[in-house]
């Protein structure tokens, strides 16, 4: 349910339609366009809303605040941009559909602990944006530091829902990822 509306037999493009944004855990950017051809697909999608016309300088004000890194990049075809590089256009692409909530799936897996630093960063200012994100993240040290409100699944159960801070006190969660 999405603002009481039942969205499970929606497209994925309807689904983007009505401002849900996703950047899965494989990116899925188009190998071959160029960052600012995936960008540009999105604001396809985003213009089809109705809503808002969105031009270059909206999804350049938008996307280069949170990933000024992305400027230097637009040229260049996805093949050629690094795993960073196309977690980092995955997530500018949802954000360019102007989305009300953001789902990241594992954004974080396989970046190195500088990088990890840097989406977290990006994370911050699209919560400020008013955009609500929701993460599925198996690194908890990551994700408590990102989360407002935390949920630890073991085996599709529920076994920690509260505060982020106060998840590492928690015996059952420490104990399932210790094995």
């Known amino acids: 349910m999405l603002q009481g509306r039942d969205i499970t037999k929606l497209q994925p493009h309807q689904k983007a339609r009505i401002g849900i ?6 990116s899925r950017i188009f190998q071959d366009l160029t960052a600012d051809e995936n960008l540009k697909i999105a604001l ?3 213009e089809a809303k109705k809503e808002k016309k969105w031009n270059k300088s909206d999804i350049e004000e938008r ?3 949170l990933f000024p890194e992305l400027r230097r990049l637009m040229d260049r075809r996805g ?3 690094s795993g960073g590089e196309k977690k980092m256009l995955a997530i500018a692409r949802a954000m360019a559909l102007d989305p009300s909530i953001l789902l990241l799936d ?3 897996e396989g970046l190195a602990p500088v990088v990890v630093n840097r989406f977290g960063e990006a994370v911050n ?8 994100v929701l993460i599925a993240e198996s690194n908890l040290i990551t994700a408590s530091k990102i989360a407002d409100r935390l949920y630890a699944m073991d085996r599709g159960e529920i076994i ?3 505060d982020p801070k106060k998840v590492f006190q928690n015996e059952e969660v420490m104990k399932t990822i210790r094995g």
């Open 125 to 132: 200012k699209i919560k400020a944006m008013g955009v609500s």
């Open 63 to 65: 996307i280069f605040n």
């Open 21 to 26: 944004g996703f950047a899965p855990e494989d």
């Open 106 to 108: 594992e954004a974080f």
């Open 44 to 46: 396809w999608i985003s």
């Open 79 to 81: 093949l050629h941009l």
């Open 160 to 162: 920690y829902e509260g």
